[in-house]
């Protein structure tokens, strides 16, 4: 039995062929902007802070609680993935160096297929959802108590 295409012609998507053109260069521009922001700045070596680098304010929860917050070294970890040390990344937050990932293979994704007129909706209609939410869910509780675990503040 012959596999499926990876992606299908944009005529034969899910979607009608502008939608699918708008979305798709909707999250390549997103993945570009993001990882030109990322690769502006240098990540943090505490290995969480990095987002104040970006304008932002200081998290509260070490301030108040003394433990991370869920997504505490998240911005640090996807900066290292984009500056090229995904190793370093994982060991600062796995859940952020793998969402920072995904992101990135996301964008090349939606660039391949403006590029070459496929469609971008058809690879994620296949996508199992509900298994991808779950997973994403244990991952961020996963990241946070491995967060927890190594956290000095």
Do not use: N
């Not at 922001?37 to 969480?48: F, H």
């Not at 992101?103 to 959802?129: E, K, Q, T, W, Y």
């Not at 509900?130 to 961020?140: S, V």
Request: hydrophobic letters at 50%; one cysteine or more; a positive charge.
């Amino acid at each position: 039995m012959p596999r499926p295409p990876f992606t299908v012609p944009i005529a034969e998507g899910p979607v009608g062929p502008w939608k699918d053109r708008v979305a798709a260069g909707v999250v390549a521009a997103a993945a570009i902007a993001v990882t030109a922001l990322l690769a502006s700045v240098s990540p943090d070596p505490r290995g969480i802070g990095t987002h104040e680098r970006l304008g932002m304010t200081e998290c509260g929860w070490p301030l108040h609680y003394g433990i991370p917050c869920p997504t505490c070294g998240c911005t640090t970890a996807a900066c290292l993935v984009v500056h090229g040390r995904p190793l370093a990344a994982f060991a600062t937050q796995p859940f952020g160096a793998a969402v920072a990932i995904v992101g990135l293979v996301l964008g090349v994704h939606a660039l391949v297929c403006l590029v070459r007129r496929r469609s971008f909706a058809d690879l994620l209609v296949r996508l199992p959802v509900r298994r991808l939410l779950l997973a994403m869910l244990a991952g961020l509780l996963l990241g946070w108590w491995y967060k927890y675990l190594t956290f000095v503040p």
